[in-house]
């Protein structure tokens, strides 16, 4: 992700640093895995340069971006979807989306379907989060809803209540990995939903390709390469 910051941000042949304010915006779940180290990389990397990151789903930030009220954002995207009109970008990384209950205290059997995780309550984030929606939908395909004990942003907090054995989770697999509550939980593998997405750069098409112009300004004033 700081390395693709770094492409936008910087004229290959230029040895200048960028300066002015860039904003920028990040999805939760990707907040919750890069917001800190990426604040402190991209300070080093660029000291002249006022970073002003705002976190939101995807739709929203899809949306700020298209209007010019960030300078470019990431977003997460189901798997094979292209890019929305109006923005220009390329594809970072994938994220797989994991269904996850308590190691200690698991409520089904670690090889499950959609219909034996019914009867389930699910902590899970607030409406608007990708990954919930897909569950939803799967879910009503099966003829089922979704039973909801726990809706929060807090990611961490999710984990810890899915590791005490208060409900069901969904979380990316990366986010995981890197959260101290890793050891109490326990992936499942549910044979009728599998999700990933498409974890995506994008910026306004109009601002040009970055590489081939001594100077730009992306976004009017806000940034500014030279």
């Known amino acids: 992700l700081l390395g693709a910051w770094s492409h936008l941000l910087v004229v290959a042949h230029e040895g200048a640093a960028p300066s002015g304010t860039f904003r920028f915006g990040l999805p939760h779940a990707v907040a919750d895995a890069t917001l800190f180290d990426a604040v402190l990389k991209m300070n080093e990397l660029f000291p002249a340069l006022e970073i002003r990151l705002h976190t939101e789903w995807s739709p929203a930030l899809q949306q700020a971006t298209e209007q010019g009220q960030l ?7 189901p798997e094979g979807t292209g890019l929305p009109h109006g923005l220009t970008g390329r594809q970072i990384v994938t994220f797989e989306v994991k269904v996850i209950q308590s190691a200690d205290k698991p409520l089904v059997k670690r ?7 019914v009867g389930h309550g699910w902590i899970l984030n607030p409406d608007g989060c990708g990954y919930r929606v897909a569950l ?9 809803r979704l039973r909801i ?16 054995g208060l409900g069901l989770g969904l979380v990316p697999l990366d986010v995981l990995r890197t959260s101290p509550y890793c050891d109490q939980l326990e992936i499942l593998d549910v044979s009728d939903f599998k999700l990933s997405l498409g974890v995506w750069l994008v910026y306004p098409r109009q601002t040009g ?6 100077s730009t300004r992306l976004n009017s004033s806000h940034i500014t390469i030279s």
């Open 71 to 77: 300078d470019a954002a990431v977003l997460m995207l």
């Open 209 to 214: 390709n970055l590489k081939d112009r001594k």
């Open 111 to 117: 090889k499950s379907s959609i219909r034996s995780l």
């Open 149 to 164: 004990s726990v809706d929060t942003q807090a990611t961490n907090t999710q984990l810890r209540l899915v590791g005490a």
């Open 136 to 144: 939803e939908r799967s879910m009503e395909a099966a003829g089922q």
